[in-house]
């Protein structure tokens, strides 16, 4: 028996030289989801100005010390600020200033007196409460200060991270941009979903299902419908979309059968490796150049196809984002049903996920045949299991990459 590639190394070969793509600027918006490539620093403070957290009255709090419902202060009114507006004027001795939410308060006022605690008066108001020296006013600077490093590089932009550069004033930011993908589906006997398979035919489901999961990864993705399995139109198909994109995925043709083209049509071009890996599913892989243009090959089987894809190339799509963690959260799981696994290959065995008395139970998918698509479907995650291990007892607790991590949780 010929020597199988761990896992693991040929993890490696596929992520061998791969680094963050080149910084690009781009909109707030756009880099929504991506990984910042530069630190940002703030130009101004946060708060920028002392603003009121209330709307009340500016006041001197000393003018309205001891005020209680008892014993009300009554003051005089002059004027208002709303937010937006400048508090030019210094608070007059012996006054107050209606204050808005956001609005800067007056030189001169310490405190702001919340509407609640008041008459509500705009002439004069009377007071029923005092306030501590400096109550309900943000402090210029609290959060923030010019200078600050507020969002560091390598940080994923999400909602919040938005909120952060938006408030400093950043309208673009550097960011690793999305890889581009292009996904190619080869096999004489692929038909497009829609069109009825004629006998021997089948339906070309990895290129929709290797599409969506580049996009998820976070590339942008471009799928090529059925490739025949002919040498020529491989070949120029392989060329066009080197010249196009940052990695090329293809499925199909590359076991050990008579018309397998990719494994033909890349031995000839060479920069490829084809091996064998010991998993199961996901034997026969490939991965290097193509015109330098990265290359992965994946089985054509679906099953085998997608865990390839999970193993392999979603690290490889991160690695590119410029994501720290490239890997899915793996989770520890109870097994729920005996089942068996291969000598000698890493399994990535399909199970749902489920609670039973606060623990995570694992159950293995019926149909664990790296054809059987429902099976694929069904499952919330992969229990990764090891080499050496042919037997899986129920009670036994298992790793499971968490394949519904990134799009919710699954229990
Ligand atoms: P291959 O590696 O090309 O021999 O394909 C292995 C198995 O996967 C065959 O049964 C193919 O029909 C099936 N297969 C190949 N490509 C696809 C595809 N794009 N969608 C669904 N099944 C496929
Ligand atoms: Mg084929």
């Avoid at 909109?27 to 630190?39: F, I, R, Y």
């Avoid at 038909?191 to 929709?208: A, E, F, K, R, T």
């Avoid at 196009?244 to 076991?255: A, H, M, N, P, Q």
């Amino acid at each position: 028996m010929t020597t199988l590639r761990p896992v693991a190394d040929h993890v490696a070969a596929v992520l061998a030289g791969a680094a963050p793509l080149p910084a690009v600027m781009a909109s707030l918006t756009d880099a929504e989801g991506l990984v910042l490539a530069q630190d940002v620093t703030a130009a101004w403070p946060l708060p920028s100005f002392d603003n009121s957290s209330m709307d009340g009255y500016a006041v001197r709090a000393a003018e309205v010390a001891g005020a209680s419902e008892t014993s009300p202060v009554s003051l005089p009114v002059r004027g208002d600020i709303a937010a937006g507006q400048s508090a030019d004027q210094a608070l007059a001795a012996g006054t107050v200033v209606r204050i808005m939410t956001g609005a800067p308060v007056p030189t001169g006022a310490d405190a702001v007196v919340p509407v609640e605690w008041t008459d509500g008066g705009t002439d004069t108001v009377t007071i029923s409460e005092q306030p501590d020296v400096g109550a309900h006013i943000r402090r210029a600077g609290e959060d923030v200060n010019t200078g600050d490093l507020v969002v560091e590089a390598g940080t994923v932009i999400t909602a919040r991270v938005l909120a952060m550069l938006a408030a400093v004033g950043r309208g673009s930011v550097l960011v690793h941009p999305r890889p581009r993908v292009t996904v190619i589906s080869t096999g004489d006997e692929l038909v497009d979903p829609g069109v009825d398979p004629g006998v021997g035919q089948i339906v070309d489901s990895n290129s929709y299902m290797l599409t969506a999961a580049a996009r998820e990864a976070g590339a942008v993705a471009r799928r090529i419908g059925p490739v025949p399995d002919d040498d020529a139109t491989l070949a120029r198909v392989l060329a066009e979309a080197a010249a196009e994109c940052d990695v090329i995925l293809t499925s199909g043709g590359v076991s050990m059968g008579a018309y397998d083209t990719v494994k033909a049509v890349l031995t000839d071009l060479g920069g490829v490796e084809f091996v064998k890996v010991a998993m199961q599913p996901g034997m026969p892989q490939g991965c290097g150049l193509v015109d330098g243009t990265r290359i992965v090959t994946l089985p054509g089987n679906p099953v085998s196809s997608y865990v390839s894809f999970e193993v392999f190339v979603r690290p490889l799509i991160r690695r590119l984002l410029g994501h720290a963690a490239i890997d899915r959260p793996r989770v520890h799981a109870i097994c729920s049903r005996r089942f068996t696994s291969p000598e000698h290959k890493t399994q990535f065995a399909r199970v749902r996920l489920s609670r039973r008395d606060g623990l995570l139970m694992a159950e293995p998918e019926g149909g664990q045949g790296s054809h059987i698509i429902g099976g694929l479907s069904r499952a919330h995650g992969l229990a990764v299991i090891p080499p050496e291990v042919t037997e899986v007892c129920e009670g036994q607790e298992l790793v499971v990459i968490d394949l519904m991590a990134a799009e919710g949780s699954a229990t």
